[in-house]
């Protein structure tokens, strides 16, 4: 059984990831191509949001990790 918590875990983790990366991303080209001065702006942002979100896989590694390995 922990076994599959620690798969559900990572697995929606990075699904979570994966869609809230298409977002910022797909949000970030629709800004520069309505105001191409403000690309490095908008382009720091999303690097920064997009460091934000790869937190949530890590995190749910990490989770699975101490549950598999608790008992």
């Known amino acids: ?3 599959l918590a ?3 875990a990572i697995g ?3 699904l979570g990831a994966g869609i809230g990366n298409g977002m910022i991303v797909s949000k970030t080209v629709e800004g520069i191509s ?3 001065e403000l690309r490095g702006t908008l382009q720091t942002t999303m690097f920064i949001g997009v460091g934000i979100v790869e937190v949530v896989p890590i995190i749910g590694v990490v ?3 101490l549950m598999f ?3």
């Open 69 to 71: 390995f608790q008992a």
């Open 12 to 14: 929606l983790g990075a």
């Open 6 to 8: 620690a798969a559900i």
């Open 34 to 36: 309505r105001q191409p």
């Open 1 to 3: 059984m922990e076994l």
């Open 63 to 65: 989770l699975a990790f």
